[in-house]
């Protein structure tokens, strides 16, 4: 049973491109929490997804971020326009929606703004 | 707002002893869950241990045990027999039951401690 899948693991980008985060999560779960790791921190929440249903995105910045969970397909954090202040490292994590709420991480993506 | 401190930025042990690390957090809910969570320098978050609120029990897992002061919302995790495989980033996380005052079960973390483990 493959773990939550995240790619790329590594993503450099120059200031004012965008940016697409993947998320798989396990099988099996259908909602999916997006978090952020600026360096010297703990983690942070973004965003929490069903598919195809933003249900919490109050962590989430008001501009440039949005985040999706198609009904296939991964789960997406795009980045617009980013900055230097958006390199970091973003996790997202899953669960099966019912029953006990562990989260289940992914390696992550470490983002890098040049 | 909930928030969760860690005062240790760093904490070294001596390989096989036994190291404590402080977590307390703020919160006016009587119900929740407390974690520790491990990030090695892979970066990939490996769930530890975890306790309820409501369970008086301190949660053990083979050599990492907590001590729960819910009183005091204090939440330590002991880590005995220290091995050169526990040097890692270790964070505390508090949560909300699900969907109880608005929450969406998000984790709120602290800023971990740096622990290193000396052969």
């Known amino acids: 049973n493959a773990g939550v899948m995240q790619n790329p693991r590594h993503l450099v980008r120059r200031r004012g491109q965008e940016a697409r985060l993947r998320c798989s999560p396990m099988?099996?779960?259908?909602?999916v929490y997006w978090y952020r790791q600026l360096p010297e921190e703990g983690l942070k929440f973004m965003v929490y997804?069903?598919?195809?249903?933003?249900?919490?995105e109050s962590g989430m910045p008001k501009e440039r971020f949005s985040a999706e969970f198609p009904k296939e397909g991964p789960s997406i954090l795009r980045i617009q326009q980013v900055v230097r202040g958006d390199s970091a490292a973003y996790f997202c994590?899953?669960?099966?929606?019912?029953?006990?709420?562990?989260?289940?991480f992914g390696p992550g993506t470490r983002l890098t703004v040049t | 707002a909930q928030t969760v401190t860690q005062s240790q930025p760093e904490m070294s042990v001596q390989e096989a002893e036994t190291v404590t690390l402080s977590c307390t957090y703020d919160?006016?809910?009587?119900?929740?869950?407390l974690f520790w969570y491990k990030q090695p320098p892979s970066r990939q978050m490996i769930l530890v241990i975890r306790?309820?609120?409501?369970?008086?029990q301190n949660a053990t897992e083979n050599r990492f045990s907590v001590n729960f002061q819910k009183a005091a919302k204090s939440f330590s995790l002991k880590i005995s027999d220290s091995q050169l495989g526990d040097a890692a980033m270790y964070f505390c996380?508090?949560?909300?039951?699900?969907?109880?005052?608005?929450?969406?079960?998000?984790?709120?973390f602290g800023k971990g401690t740096k622990l290193s483990v000396k052969p």
């Open positions: 996380a508090y949560r909300y039951l699900m969907n109880y005052g608005g929450s969406q079960g998000n984790l709120i």
């Open positions: 997804l069903q598919k195809e249903n933003i249900i919490d």
């Open positions: 919160t006016s809910e009587s119900d929740y869950y």
């Open positions: 099988k099996g779960h259908s909602h």
């Open positions: 994590a899953s669960w099966t929606g019912q029953g006990y709420y562990e989260q289940y």
């Open positions: 306790q309820e609120a409501y369970k008086q």
